[in-house]
């Protein structure tokens, strides 16, 4: 369904009446989503909230009352790894271009969380003013303290895949115990925040480097109860050779069934997730397919919003 060019494979891309029936098909199914979404809106904030306010609901929930703007949000995406896995590079895949703020190279360059939404120009909301929004799907964050809010701001650009969803990039899961005690805030717990309101989670993974740290450890097992949004993504996979790529994919499935804790093994995605071509390798058609195949799990998101 997807073009495929020698030069890159372009997301959300493909021959003009393939593209035209697809998008004409996406947008009926996210109109009828969102109509759902309205009403459950309103049944929400005229029913449901005045129940939750007399029985006070809050005192023995950790959820907040819901807002909005929960309801009016696109689906998001949290993008989870160790430093240098290619989270950034694949937000720039995506978006096509670069974003304010953006930086990619082998070292640790994300170092906070980041959110990129839909805006009618380029701008940067930090932490605070972004949880204070209201019609930003962030109100909670502060109890966080102003350690993180320091190291969480949101980026807003106009370009067409933002229309039906947002990207939260995280900063690089560290390894050494007195790098995690310096952060200043729990990366688990944030972790937890947004993975029970995110659609979709992708955990990536380099091939060169499959160790799982403790930090890392104790962010997958964060994830627990939201293991129906988790995706693996094995990135970098054409940079390696067949026989290499063979005993990678086993040893991380080896890795991740010792911390994850679910009797069914999760989605593991095998390519390299940036917008160079990738290298010519054994494997480099099946690679393209589960590209497309990711883009097109990530392009359903809109049409299920509604079971948020």
């Not at 980026?155 to 990039?169: G, N």
């Not at 729990?186 to 955990?203: K, N």
Request: net charge positive.
């Amino acid at each position: 369904m997807f073009r495929r060019s020698s030069q890159k494979d372009e997301p959300f891309q493909g021959t003009t009446g393939e593209v035209k029936s697809a998008m004409e098909a996406d947008h009926k199914d996210f109109q009828k989503t969102m109509t759902v979404i309205e009403q459950l809106k309103e049944l929400y904030m005229s029913k449901i909230r005045l129940m939750e306010e007399r029985f006070w609901f809050q005192h023995f929930h950790v959820v907040p009352r819901l807002t909005p703007a929960y309801f009016d949000a696109l689906p998001m995406v949290l993008l989870l790894g160790q430093y240098s896995v290619g989270k950034t590079s694949f937000i720039r895949y995506l978006l096509e271009r670069d974003h304010p703020g953006l930086r990619v190279g082998p070292e640790p360059t994300t170092d906070r969380f980041v959110a990129v939404m839909l805006g009618n120009e380029d701008r940067v909301l930090p932490g605070n003013a972004a949880c204070l929004s209201s019609d930003k799907p962030f109100n909670g964050l502060e109890k966080y303290g102003m350690d993180f809010l320091n190291k969480f701001e949101c980026v807003e650009l106009k370009t067409p895949i933002l229309e039906k969803i947002s990207l939260i990039d995280t900063p690089g899961v560290l390894a050494g115990a007195k790098q995690v005690k310096n952060r200043g805030y729990d990366m688990s717990q944030i972790t937890e925040w947004f993975a029970e309101r995110c659609d979709r989670v992708l955990v990536l993974f380099d091939a060169h480097k499959l160790d799982i740290s403790d930090e890392m450890k104790a962010v997958i097992r964060s994830l627990k109860g939201n293991h129906n949004k988790v995706r693996i993504v094995l990135n970098k996979a054409d940079q390696i050779t067949s026989k290499q790529l063979m005993r990678v994919y086993g040893a991380l499935m080896w890795s991740l069934g010792r911390v994850i804790d679910s009797p069914e093994s999760l989605r593991v995605f095998v390519g390299s997730f940036w917008e160079k071509p990738m290298k010519e390798r054994q494997f480099k058609q099946y690679m393209s397919e589960e590209r497309q195949e990711l883009l097109g799990d990530l392009r359903s998101l809109p049409r299920h919003a509604s079971l948020r």
